[in-house]
């Protein structure tokens, strides 16, 4: 984690991270109602078991 992220994460009063591993699944298409397609990337943590999702758009 940068200097920057570590200042702002306290200055937000959030909790410090629990790992820093963290696997990536880039562009995972998502079907609208419409019939188009979106790209999403979803973030998980390594070894911490089921996590909540957090949803960013």
Same mark, same amino acid.
């Given at each position: 984690?940068? !200097? ?5 994460? @306290?200055?937000? @009063?959030?909790? =410090? ?6 696997? !990536? $699944? @880039? $562009? +995972?298409?998502?079907?609208? =109602?419409? %019939?188009?397609?979106?790209?999403? $990337?979803?973030?998980? =943590?390594? %070894? +911490? %078991? $089921? #996590?909540?999702?957090? +949803? !960013? #758009?």
């Amino acid at each position: 984690m940068s !200097i920057a992220a570590r200042v702002l994460a @306290k200055r937000a @009063k959030l909790a =410090p991270a629990e790992t820093e591993n963290v696997t !990536i $699944d @880039k $562009d +995972l298409p998502v079907p609208m =109602p419409d %019939g188009v397609v979106l790209l999403a $990337d979803h973030y998980a =943590p390594q %070894g +911490l %078991g $089921d #996590r909540p999702t957090v +949803l !960013i #758009r």
